[in-house]
């Protein structure tokens, strides 16, 4: 696995966030995020100087503290989308007021795992004339997250070492 950009592939670039308190606190470079451990199922998120919570509902053994990791993954791809439908409509001169996607997704049935459809309605402020319907749509489905779910990147999972005892 190639390091995020500005980032050198060095055992300190491997180590455990307990290992280092500063970690918490430092907003991490483009391309970089970390996830720690709160409680039971509770998670935190840190990207750049954000934070979020992914948790599982109750009934999962969650505490309800936030979206779920698959709640969370179908977000991305609606606010991706809303962000390259936004752009449009600002180059073509409409206000986004309005502007709304609404995401549904369902579960496989079989194994492994994953997520097997995802539907999103774009719902465009009045002002877009009809006529530019057609484009806005091809470029809301052009967006990043959409283009890596059609062209799926590589992906790593690895080990870090373990914390000294």
């Not at 280092?20 to 996830?35: F, I, M, S």
């Not at 791809?77 to 600002?90: H, I, N």
């Not at 995401?103 to 004339?129: H, I, K, N, Q, Y």
């Amino acid at each position: 696995m190639t390091p995020a950009p500005g980032e050198a592939d060095t055992p300190a670039h491997h180590a455990h966030p307990a290992d280092d308190a500063h970690n918490a606190t430092t907003p991490l470079p483009p391309g970089r995020l970390r996830v720690d451990h709160r409680t039971a199922d509770t998670y935190t998120i840190s990207v750049r100087g954000h934070r979020l919570v992914a948790d599982q509902p109750p009934g999962s053994g969650g505490n309800d503290e936030g979206p779920t990791p698959t709640e969370l993954f179908a977000a991305s791809l609606a606010s991706c989308v809303a962000f390259y439908a936004g752009r449009y409509l600002r180059r073509h001169g409409v206000d986004e007021s309005g502007l709304r996607v609404e995401a549904e997704f369902v579960m496989a049935d079989d194994r492994p795992a994953r997520v097997s459809t995802v539907r999103l309605t774009v719902w465009v402020p009045a002002g877009l004339e009809p006529r530019r319907h057609d484009a806005l749509l091809a470029v809301a489905s052009h967006c990043t997250v959409h283009n890596t779910l059609t062209q799926p990147p590589e992906v790593v999972i690895r080990l870090g070492p373990a914390p000294a005892l």
